[in-house]
């Protein structure tokens, strides 16, 4: 069966642009994490969706990011007015359920802003 | 300080070598331990996991967790080429798995 895709696989951007980088989980799959993993650093949370749950949002770093997941599948996470250091490589995962249940990375979208 | 401690590497062995891996962390709450490895250009891919302390085995890996030095260890039996990737540890707490606090990951490197 498929697995977690996420587009695009790459995106250069110019600072101050926006972006949006998109997550298709495993069907059925009610979670869904985003992270972040920029070089030599090891994933930052970002943001969590659990069903029709209020998504948990503590990770984010700033006010330019914000996500969203439509009917509980699909989910984008953007981007406003980029920095340069918001260059890394962004991460989806899916679980079934969340909690313990084993989390499934896609390949990352791989940022850069120059 | 970092929640969770790792050695970036590389780490360089011979075909055939155990292999060990560390994490050390600072927050006791943790009850929770994962081991992802990541191939280049990869998603990360859950390895193993174990619940509080203890020792976990599967197969050529084991996996061992000492909660009172606060430090976990991926053991790797006879190294493959194939197993050249970057291993990250992970934890999070007993009753909250919104997040998952990650090591930066090893590079293993296993030479032919």
């Known amino acids: 069966g498929a697995g977690v895709s996420q587009s695009p696989s790459n995106k250069v951007t110019e600072k101050g642009k926006d972006v949006e980088l998109r997550c298709d989980p495993i069907s059925g799959h009610t979670a869904l994490y985003w992270y972040r993993q920029s070089l030599g650093q090891g994933l930052e949370f970002l943001i969590y969706?659990?069903?029709?749950?209020?998504?948990?949002k503590s990770g984010l770093p700033s006010d330019r990011f914000s996500a969203e997941r439509t009917g509980g599948s699909v989910s984008t996470l953007t981007i406003q007015r980029t920095q340069q250091e918001d260059s890394a490589v962004y991460l989806c995962a899916s679980s079934a359920l969340g909690g313990r249940e084993t989390q499934y990375f896609g390949p990352g979208t791989r940022l850069l802003v120059l | 300080q970092k929640e969770v401690e790792q050695d970036p590497g590389p780490l360089s062995v011979p075909e055939g070598a155990i292999v060990s891996l560390n994490c050390t962390y600072s927050n006791s709450a943790f009850q929770y331990f994962m081991w992802y490895r990541q191939y280049s250009r990869k998603g990360p891919e859950l390895l193993m996991y174990t619940y509080s302390s203890g020792n976990k085995e599967d197969g050529r890996f084991t996996a061992q967790v000492d909660k009172s030095s606060k430090y976990i260890s991926l053991f790797i039996r006879d190294s493959q080429p194939s197993d050249s990737a970057t291993y990250l540890c992970?934890?999070?707490?007993?009753?909250?798995?919104?997040?998952?606090?990650f090591g930066s990951g090893t590079k293993l490197n296993v030479k032919p």
């Open positions: 969706f659990q069903g029709n749950s209020a998504p948990d």
């Open positions: 992970a934890m999070s707490f007993k009753d909250n798995f919104n997040k998952f606090y």
